[in-house]
């Protein structure tokens, strides 16, 4: 039976998922330039979950020496496995690599411009500083806006709102928000996308009932009975669902200029 926390907080964000799940976005991703404009933009999305997962993975389980033990057993047995999913995963040839790594392999195959991303990842090693990184790697200001509040919440919010964001604003997201994807792709775009076909599928697979299940539980032993963090918890996933919304209408709106100009 599920948490009555978790329902009343599934029904008072669904307005805001579904803004997502039933973007317009998906129906517009028509050609294969469509969906290379997608990917240049939503593997800024891809890189910055890499970072609200380890901080997860920092707070929650013992990555200093000496070991002690931190949270419960069920807690870090999820987080270390979603660790181990996302930075080492089988590619589509058996090769271990992580989600971020095999994106960019797929943004390759197809021909997409992934210079801004690299930018970011090379200005972050020169400015040590996220602000500097992005405007250098000149990301427009949607996704500058969605990676900075990312790192927000990272750096400035306790971890019970850390977990549901990633429970509910990410993790329990990406199952529903890729099969629309899938469901609404052409078929001549998929035959020429295979690595990113390969990269849904896998976080379909793995991030479903299971993963699910084990992050409902992560956010019920972190918020417990309070309801300060409840309501707290629930607060900023709204925010983080309305600032995915206006990635996609970020990106809805670069896809929609490119068909103009051409």
Known sequence: MQNQNIQKLL????????????????????????????????????WDF????????????????????????????????????????LDIN????????????????SEANSESIQALIENLHSFGRLDLALNAAKAPKFVQDFVKYTFDVIENNSIHVQAGIFTFGREDLI?????????????????????????LERHIEIDGDHHKHLAYQMTEELCGTNPDKWKEMETEVIKSLVQRKQLWDGILQEIKMRKQTH
């Not at 307005?15 to 997608?38: A, Q, W």
């Open 11 to 46: 029904q008072n964000i669904e307005p805001f998922r579904n803004d997502v799940i039933n973007h317009e976005l998906y129906l517009n991703i028509k050609d294969i330039e469509d969906l290379k404009v997608f990917m240049e933009f939503h593997v800024f999305a891809v």
């Open 94 to 109: 058996n090769i271990r690599k992580s989600h971020f790594e095999m994106y960019l392999e797929a943004m390759q195959q």
């Open 175 to 199: 199952p529903d928000m890729f099969l629309s994807m899938i469901k609404d792709m052409p078929s001549q775009i998929s035959s020429k996308v295979t690595m990113f076909k390969y990269y």
């Open 50 to 89: 890499m970072s609200l997962l380890k901080s997860l993975q920092k707070e929650l389980t013992c990555t200093t020496i000496p070991w002690m033990p931190k949270s419960t057993g069920e807690i870090r047995y999820f987080i270390n496995e979603v660790v181990i999913g996302e930075e080492s995963d």
